[in-house]
T-cell receptor, first 113, second 112 residues
Framework: AQSVSQHNHHVILSEAASLELGCNYS??????LFWYVQYPGQHLQLLLK??????LVKGIKGFEAEFIKSKFSFNLRKPSVQWSDTAEYFC???????????FGTGTRLKVLA | NAGVTQTPKFRILKIGQSMTLQCAQD?????MYWYRQDPGMGLKLIYY???????DKGEVPNGYNVSRSTTEDFPLRLELAAPSQTSVYFC???????????FGPGTRLTVT
Protein backbone atom coordinates (compact mmCIF):
# COMPACT_ATOMS: atom_id res chain seq x y z
CA ALA A 1 0.00 0.00 0.00
CA GLN A 2 1.08 3.54 -0.60
CA SER A 3 2.44 5.52 2.29
CA VAL A 4 3.74 9.02 2.82
CA SER A 5 6.39 9.81 5.42
CA GLN A 6 7.07 13.17 6.97
CA HIS A 7 10.00 12.64 9.26
CA ASN A 8 9.95 16.03 11.00
CA HIS A 9 6.96 16.10 13.34
CA HIS A 10 7.81 19.38 15.07
CA VAL A 11 10.11 22.10 13.80
CA ILE A 12 10.96 25.33 15.61
CA LEU A 13 12.75 28.09 13.73
CA SER A 14 13.56 31.72 14.24
CA GLU A 15 12.34 34.28 11.74
CA ALA A 16 14.54 34.56 8.63
CA ALA A 17 15.83 31.00 9.03
CA SER A 18 15.61 28.68 6.06
CA LEU A 19 13.09 25.85 6.05
CA GLU A 20 13.14 22.39 4.54
CA LEU A 21 10.46 19.84 5.37
CA GLY A 22 10.93 16.30 4.18
CA CYS A 23 8.35 14.16 2.40
CA ASN A 24 8.93 10.67 1.05
CA TYR A 25 6.41 8.34 -0.54
CA SER A 26 6.41 4.64 -1.25
CA UNK A 27 4.60 4.25 -4.57
CA UNK A 28 6.69 3.32 -7.61
CA UNK A 29 4.32 4.45 -10.34
CA UNK A 30 3.39 7.88 -11.60
CA UNK A 31 2.13 10.15 -8.86
CA UNK A 32 0.82 13.64 -8.35
CA LEU A 33 2.27 15.41 -5.32
CA PHE A 34 0.89 18.13 -3.08
CA TRP A 35 1.72 20.23 -0.06
CA TYR A 36 -1.16 21.57 2.03
CA VAL A 37 -0.98 23.98 4.95
CA GLN A 38 -3.28 24.45 7.91
CA TYR A 39 -2.85 27.78 9.69
CA PRO A 40 -4.15 27.93 13.26
CA GLY A 41 -7.93 28.02 13.22
CA GLN A 42 -8.16 27.88 9.45
CA HIS A 43 -9.02 25.36 6.75
CA LEU A 44 -6.41 23.29 5.00
CA GLN A 45 -5.35 25.01 1.83
CA LEU A 46 -3.14 24.08 -1.09
CA LEU A 47 0.43 25.44 -1.06
CA LEU A 48 1.67 23.86 -4.25
CA LYS A 49 1.37 20.80 -6.46
CA UNK A 50 3.45 18.79 -8.91
CA UNK A 51 2.04 16.90 -11.86
CA UNK A 52 4.80 16.77 -14.46
CA UNK A 53 7.52 18.82 -16.10
CA UNK A 54 9.94 21.01 -14.15
CA UNK A 55 10.60 19.16 -10.88
CA LEU A 56 11.01 22.46 -9.02
CA VAL A 57 7.58 23.90 -8.38
CA LYS A 58 6.73 27.22 -6.81
CA GLY A 59 3.71 27.84 -4.68
CA ILE A 60 2.10 30.60 -2.71
CA LYS A 61 3.82 32.71 -0.05
CA GLY A 62 7.34 32.01 -1.31
CA PHE A 63 7.25 28.25 -0.84
CA GLU A 64 8.76 25.84 -3.33
CA ALA A 65 9.22 22.10 -3.53
CA GLU A 66 11.49 19.81 -5.48
CA PHE A 67 10.43 16.44 -6.84
CA ILE A 68 13.31 13.95 -6.90
CA LYS A 69 11.97 10.82 -8.55
CA SER A 70 14.98 8.65 -7.73
CA LYS A 71 14.57 9.41 -4.04
CA PHE A 72 10.75 9.28 -4.01
CA SER A 73 10.88 12.67 -2.33
CA PHE A 74 9.03 15.98 -2.55
CA ASN A 75 10.62 18.28 0.01
CA LEU A 76 9.17 21.68 0.83
CA ARG A 77 11.47 24.68 1.13
CA LYS A 78 11.36 28.35 1.96
CA PRO A 79 14.51 30.49 2.06
CA SER A 80 13.39 32.77 4.87
CA VAL A 81 10.46 31.97 7.15
CA GLN A 82 8.18 34.48 8.82
CA TRP A 83 6.23 34.30 12.06
CA SER A 84 3.07 34.01 9.94
CA ASP A 85 4.33 30.68 8.53
CA THR A 86 3.54 29.03 11.87
CA ALA A 87 1.19 26.23 10.82
CA GLU A 88 0.92 22.51 10.21
CA TYR A 89 2.15 21.29 6.83
CA PHE A 90 0.92 18.13 5.11
CA CYS A 91 2.41 16.31 2.16
CA UNK A 92 -0.03 14.31 0.02
CA UNK A 93 0.32 11.86 -2.84
CA UNK A 94 -2.19 10.77 -5.42
CA UNK A 95 -1.57 7.86 -7.73
CA UNK A 96 -2.09 9.05 -11.30
CA UNK A 97 -5.42 7.88 -12.67
CA UNK A 98 -7.07 7.52 -9.26
CA UNK A 99 -8.83 9.93 -6.94
CA UNK A 100 -7.50 8.63 -3.63
CA UNK A 101 -5.12 10.91 -1.75
CA UNK A 102 -2.70 9.65 0.88
CA PHE A 103 -1.60 12.27 3.38
CA GLY A 104 1.47 12.29 5.56
CA THR A 105 1.25 12.71 9.31
CA GLY A 106 2.04 16.42 9.15
CA THR A 107 4.79 18.69 10.44
CA ARG A 108 4.03 21.38 12.98
CA LEU A 109 6.17 24.43 12.31
CA LYS A 110 6.58 27.14 14.90
CA VAL A 111 8.39 30.29 13.91
CA LEU A 112 9.68 32.44 16.73
CA ALA A 113 9.51 36.20 16.23
CA ASN B 1 -19.48 31.31 -2.72
CA ALA B 2 -19.62 29.71 0.70
CA GLY B 3 -17.20 27.01 -0.48
CA VAL B 4 -17.39 23.83 1.59
CA THR B 5 -19.57 23.97 4.68
CA GLN B 6 -19.81 21.41 7.46
CA THR B 7 -22.28 21.03 10.30
CA PRO B 8 -22.14 20.68 13.21
CA LYS B 9 -18.84 22.24 14.32
CA PHE B 10 -18.73 20.24 17.55
CA ARG B 11 -20.63 17.23 18.83
CA ILE B 12 -20.44 14.89 21.79
CA LEU B 13 -21.96 11.45 21.32
CA LYS B 14 -22.49 8.60 23.71
CA ILE B 15 -21.23 5.16 22.77
CA GLY B 16 -23.76 3.42 20.55
CA GLN B 17 -25.51 6.57 19.34
CA SER B 18 -25.63 7.47 15.68
CA MET B 19 -25.37 10.75 13.84
CA THR B 20 -24.89 12.30 10.42
CA LEU B 21 -22.17 14.81 9.65
CA GLN B 22 -23.32 17.18 6.97
CA CYS B 23 -21.16 18.49 4.14
CA ALA B 24 -22.21 20.77 1.32
CA GLN B 25 -20.37 22.60 -1.45
CA ASP B 26 -21.57 25.27 -3.84
CA UNK B 27 -18.78 25.08 -6.41
CA UNK B 28 -20.42 22.38 -8.55
CA UNK B 29 -17.49 20.05 -7.93
CA UNK B 30 -17.98 16.43 -8.89
CA UNK B 31 -15.45 15.00 -6.45
CA MET B 32 -16.00 15.01 -2.71
CA TYR B 33 -14.10 13.42 0.16
CA TRP B 34 -14.37 12.66 3.85
CA TYR B 35 -11.24 12.52 6.00
CA ARG B 36 -10.59 12.09 9.68
CA GLN B 37 -7.65 13.77 11.40
CA ASP B 38 -6.19 12.31 14.56
CA PRO B 39 -3.26 13.88 16.45
CA GLY B 40 0.05 12.80 14.95
CA MET B 41 -1.68 10.66 12.33
CA GLY B 42 -2.39 13.12 9.55
CA LEU B 43 -5.54 12.80 7.45
CA LYS B 44 -7.02 9.43 6.65
CA LEU B 45 -9.48 9.04 3.78
CA ILE B 46 -12.79 7.52 4.89
CA TYR B 47 -14.93 7.66 1.73
CA TYR B 48 -14.96 9.58 -1.49
CA UNK B 49 -17.35 10.23 -4.35
CA UNK B 50 -16.69 11.02 -8.00
CA UNK B 51 -20.23 12.17 -8.68
CA UNK B 52 -23.85 11.92 -7.61
CA UNK B 53 -24.74 8.29 -6.97
CA UNK B 54 -21.13 7.07 -6.96
CA UNK B 55 -19.15 6.48 -3.78
CA ASP B 56 -16.15 4.37 -2.85
CA LYS B 57 -14.21 3.37 0.24
CA GLY B 58 -10.99 5.01 1.34
CA GLU B 59 -8.41 3.79 3.84
CA VAL B 60 -10.60 3.69 6.96
CA PRO B 61 -14.28 3.14 6.02
CA ASN B 62 -15.31 0.78 8.82
CA GLY B 63 -18.05 2.21 11.04
CA TYR B 64 -19.10 4.83 8.49
CA ASN B 65 -21.51 5.13 5.60
CA VAL B 66 -22.01 7.76 2.94
CA SER B 67 -24.48 8.67 0.25
CA ARG B 68 -24.36 11.16 -2.61
CA SER B 69 -27.79 11.90 -3.97
CA THR B 70 -26.89 15.39 -5.24
CA THR B 71 -23.74 17.09 -6.50
CA GLU B 72 -23.85 19.53 -3.57
CA ASP B 73 -24.22 17.24 -0.56
CA PHE B 74 -22.11 14.40 0.80
CA PRO B 75 -23.26 13.37 4.29
CA LEU B 76 -21.26 10.98 6.45
CA ARG B 77 -23.21 8.63 8.70
CA LEU B 78 -21.85 7.13 11.91
CA GLU B 79 -23.78 4.12 13.17
CA LEU B 80 -23.13 2.79 16.68
CA ALA B 81 -20.54 5.39 17.64
CA ALA B 82 -17.40 4.09 19.34
CA PRO B 83 -14.64 5.95 21.26
CA SER B 84 -12.26 5.14 18.37
CA GLN B 85 -14.32 7.49 16.22
CA THR B 86 -13.37 10.48 18.35
CA SER B 87 -11.64 12.69 15.82
CA VAL B 88 -11.85 15.81 13.70
CA TYR B 89 -13.69 15.16 10.44
CA PHE B 90 -12.96 17.14 7.30
CA CYS B 91 -14.96 17.23 4.13
CA UNK B 92 -13.35 18.35 0.89
CA UNK B 93 -14.42 18.91 -2.67
CA UNK B 94 -12.35 18.98 -5.83
CA UNK B 95 -12.76 20.38 -9.29
CA UNK B 96 -11.70 17.55 -11.54
CA UNK B 97 -8.88 18.87 -13.69
CA UNK B 98 -6.99 20.95 -11.14
CA UNK B 99 -6.87 18.24 -8.45
CA UNK B 100 -6.89 21.00 -5.83
CA UNK B 101 -9.01 20.01 -2.85
CA UNK B 102 -11.05 22.63 -1.00
CA PHE B 103 -11.58 21.76 2.63
CA GLY B 104 -14.37 22.58 5.02
CA PRO B 105 -13.79 23.89 8.56
CA GLY B 106 -14.14 20.48 10.17
CA THR B 107 -16.37 18.82 12.75
CA ARG B 108 -14.85 17.92 16.11
CA LEU B 109 -16.55 14.75 17.37
CA THR B 110 -16.09 13.21 20.80
CA VAL B 111 -17.54 9.81 21.64
CA THR B 112 -17.70 9.00 25.35
Amino acid sequence: AQSVSQHNHHVILSEAASLELGCNYSYGGTVNLFWYVQYPGQHLQLLLKYFSGDPLVKGIKGFEAEFIKSKFSFNLRKPSVQWSDTAEYFCAVKEKGTYKYIFGTGTRLKVLA
Amino acid sequence: NAGVTQTPKFRILKIGQSMTLQCAQDMNHNYMYWYRQDPGMGLKLIYYSVGAGITDKGEVPNGYNVSRSTTEDFPLRLELAAPSQTSVYFCASQEGSSYEQYFGPGTRLTVT
